[in-house]
């Protein structure tokens, strides 16, 4: 007679998908990556080159060099104009790259996106690992839905309720980083504390049990275990508060003025007809996040093109 043991297994970096392969055969193989590349060109690829051509047409809309292939009628003059003029549709203002209200409000989108994405990724960190801690608890529960309630909510009305709670004669914070800031880190918990719920539901509980009867303190058990394992994943749940804030208007734009940060300047410059100017500011933004997101990339291994929440 032969005893067989009980095989176990713990999951250690995340559970992985299931694959199914599909044979498509020789021409579909074809058919799907030419489906896939016009998409991609017409969702991603068409928007930035649309972006970048707008910024360099004497008159909005105006693509008349694609016909004529006279290409002397492309102007740099949304760029690099140094001084304050009215003629030629700059309506008394600087080129984008010696425009310092630009500057200066991309300087303020990076102070409210980095503070936003440090906070809200820390608190949705937390709030994930305590829920899956005690998921089986009514407060667990509690916490999870309450933290996932700012998702829910239009931006334009956290926005408005924030306005009314912050901008009295009481309590005055309108125009300033710190209210954009509190605002941004509540509106976007629920992407950080989602990602990180994910990634620790998917992390066996013996590997922290283990640590706990070594008395490691909790600290080392979060920096030296937990983290390193699901990085990716909690990575992810920093970049997305970093990447949503940098391009969100609806949250924002009662609770400062135009010119105070990216969105609310490419908004000003809509209403005065730069359209050039507010697809330089597109353009600015869409290469910052590819920037940030390739550094991070580079820097960590985590990306968020590698999947979100494990």
Request: glycine share 8%; proline share 2%; net charge positive.
């Given at each position: 007679?032969?005893?067989?043991?009980?095989?176990?297994?713990?999951?250690?970096?995340?559970?992985?998908?299931?694959?199914?392969?599909?044979?498509?055969?020789?021409?579909?193989?074809?058919?799907?990556?030419?489906?896939?590349?016009?998409?991609?060109?017409?969702?991603?690829?068409?928007?930035?080159?649309?972006f970048a051509f707008e910024t360099f047409l004497p008159n909005p809309g105006d693509y008349?060099?694609?016909?004529?292939?006279?290409?002397?009628?492309?102007?740099?003059?949304?760029?690099?104009?140094?001084?304050?003029?009215?003629?030629?549709?700059?309506?008394?203002?600087?080129?984008?790259?010696?425009?310092?209200?630009?500057?200066?409000?991309?300087?303020?989108?990076?102070?409210?996106?980095?503070?936003?994405?440090?906070?809200?990724?820390?608190?949705?960190?937390?709030?994930?690992?305590?829920?899956?801690?005690?998921?089986?608890?009514?407060?667990?529960?509690?916490?999870?839905?309450?933290?996932?309630?700012?998702?829910?909510?239009?931006?334009?009305?956290?926005?408005?309720?924030?306005?009314?709670?912050?901008?009295?004669?009481?309590?005055?914070?309108?125009?300033?980083?710190?209210?954009?800031?509190?605002?941004?880190?509540?509106?976007?918990?629920?992407?950080?504390s989602r990602s990180s719920l994910n990634s620790m539901l998917q992390l066996s509980g013996?590997?922290?049990?283990?640590?706990?009867?070594?008395?490691?303190?909790?600290?080392?058990?979060?920096?030296?275990?937990?983290?390193?394992?699901?990085?990716?994943?909690?990575?992810?749940?920093?970049?997305?508060?970093?990447?949503?804030?940098?391009?969100?208007?609806?949250?924002?734009?009662?609770?400062?003025?135009?010119?105070?940060?990216?969105?609310?300047?490419?908004?000003?410059?809509?209403?005065?007809?730069?359209?050039?100017?507010?697809?330089?500011?597109?353009?600015?933004?869409?290469?910052?996040?590819?920037?940030?997101?390739?550094?991070?990339?580079?820097?960590?291994?985590?990306?968020?093109?590698?999947?979100?929440?494990?």
């Open positions: 007679m032969s005893l067989h043991s009980r095989k176990n297994y713990t999951t250690v970096t995340g559970k992985s998908g299931q694959i199914s392969k599909i044979n498509l055969g020789r021409v579909g193989k074809y058919i799907i990556a030419l489906v896939l590349v016009v998409v991609t060109f017409f969702t991603s690829i068409f928007p930035i080159v649309s008349s060099f694609l016909y004529t292939g006279d290409t002397a009628n492309l102007t740099t003059k949304w760029w690099i104009t140094s001084e304050n003029i009215t003629e030629n549709g700059m309506y008394g203002q600087k080129g984008i790259l010696y425009n310092d209200t630009i500057w200066n409000a991309f300087k303020g989108t990076i102070l409210v996106s980095v503070a936003c994405a440090l906070l809200a990724g820390t608190i949705g960190t937390l709030i994930g690992y305590a829920v899956s801690k005690n998921r089986r608890s009514k407060g667990a529960n509690y916490v999870n839905a309450m933290a996932f309630l700012p998702y829910l909510m239009p931006s334009i009305a956290v926005g408005a309720a924030f306005f009314i709670l912050f901008s009295n004669e009481h309590v005055n914070l309108f125009n300033t980083y710190t209210l954009l800031i509190i605002v941004g880190t509540i509106k976007y918990i629920p992407f950080a013996e590997i922290e049990e283990a640590a706990i009867i070594q008395d490691i303190p909790w600290i080392k058990r979060m920096t030296r275990i937990i983290i390193p394992i699901q990085k990716s994943s909690i990575i992810s749940g920093y970049m997305l508060p970093f990447m949503t804030c940098l391009r969100e208007l609806s949250l924002f734009m009662l609770l400062c003025t135009q010119g105070f940060i990216l969105s609310t300047t490419l908004d000003y410059f809509d209403e005065m007809g730069l359209y050039a100017f507010s697809s330089g500011i597109n353009l600015i933004l869409i290469v910052t996040i590819l920037v940030c997101n390739t550094i991070v990339n580079k820097v960590t291994g985590a990306s968020l093109d590698k999947g979100i929440g494990g």
